[in-house]
């Protein structure tokens, strides 16, 4: 991979990355389209990272479709499916690690402990393998998109990290491969999510400013549905910090449990937002 890269960007074609764990969705494929905008050739990675799994977290049973992807990505006019094995990613020895703090300690990094390490420390492993010039990450994994740009610019890496907005079912639900794990009644549930991020900015629209009286609205409606909250929080953009108030940079983001599966979705509160689910 590292030998093609170079051949590439030496023969002066630039590079975008677009790093996944597969099992393709058509948020996936849209990432891809986009990566083509930013460079002349586009890589994706696929590699389902073990180290920001934690114990009991869903590691051995995430979904894999190699055949399927590889067909997906072809058809976006990707140029390589990068696929390494754990054990070339990770082999014996492997002692190092990125660690990002801040913006990773809230939200999904208090019930994930290690998990954005383990993100960061494969996501640098990609950048110096590739070397790209751009490399794309959806709004979906809104903590993840700032973890990576947080790293990308206290060390200095020599790329523009593009964000991308949510991807979403006709009826709301946020695109994730994890969507696979839903029986029928368990997706029904899980329109919760987005009807709440819908439900929240309407009553944002209409006047209402009162986080704490929201949150037990939101949390309410989430479980009338069935689905156990994990968090529902008001944070801001740049810093993922709580919001005293409703301001233009608040985003409401929650992850919830339905059934076994977790799902985490977010929106802005205010204003037209090509990532929420209105
Ligand atoms: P994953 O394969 O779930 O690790 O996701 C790979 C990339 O696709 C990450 O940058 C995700 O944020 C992004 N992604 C996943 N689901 C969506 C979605 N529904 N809309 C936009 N981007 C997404």
Redo the contacts with the bound molecule.
């Keep these: 991979m590292s030998r093609w890269a170079e051949r590439q960007r030496a023969a002066g074609r630039s590079l975008a990355l ?11 494929l ?2 891809m389209r986009a990566a083509a905008q930013h460079a002349d050739l586009v890589v994706v990675s ?1 590699f389902v990272n073990p180290i920001q799994f934690g114990a009991g977290e869903d590691l051995a049973r995430y979904p894999r479709n190699l055949e399927r992807d590889a067909e997906l990505a072809a058809a976006q006019g990707v140029a390589v499916l990068f696929t390494p094995e754990a054990a070339a990613m990770y082999p014996p020895g492997f002692q190092s690690k990125i660690s990002v703090a801040g913006v990773s300690e809230g939200l999904c990094g208090r019930s994930r402990p290690g998990h954005f390490d383990g993100v960061a420390t494969v996501v640098a492993k990609l950048f110096n393998i590739i070397q790209p010039r751009a490399a ?6 809104l903590q ?2 700032a973890v990576i740009r947080a790293m990308v610019r206290d060390l200095n890496w020599p790329l523009a990290v593009i964000e ?5 079912e006709s009826d709301g639900l ?5 969507n696979t794990y839903l029986s029928p009644d368990e997706r029904e549930s899980a329109r919760s999510l987005s009807a709440v991020l819908r439900h929240v900015r309407q009553r944002v629209a209409a006047g209402a400013c009162d986080l704490a009286a929201l949150r037990a609205e939101g949390e309410a409606i989430l479980q009338q549905a069935g689905v156990i909250p994990e968090y529902f929080e008001f944070v801001e953009t740049a810093t993922l910090a709580p919001a005293e108030s409703a301001g233009p940079e608040t985003i409401l983001a929650l992850a919830a449990r339905v059934g076994k599966t977790r799902l985490i979705d977010n929106a802005r509160l205010f204003g037209p937002d090509s ?1 929420s689910p209105d």
């Excluded at 991308?164 to 979403?168: A, D, G, S, T």
């Design positions: 677009v790093p996944t764990m597969g099992c393709f969705h058509a948020g996936h849209s990432l696929l794309l990450f959806g709004r979906k994994d993840q998109l991308h907005p949510v991807v979403r946020a695109m994730s491969s994890r990532s």
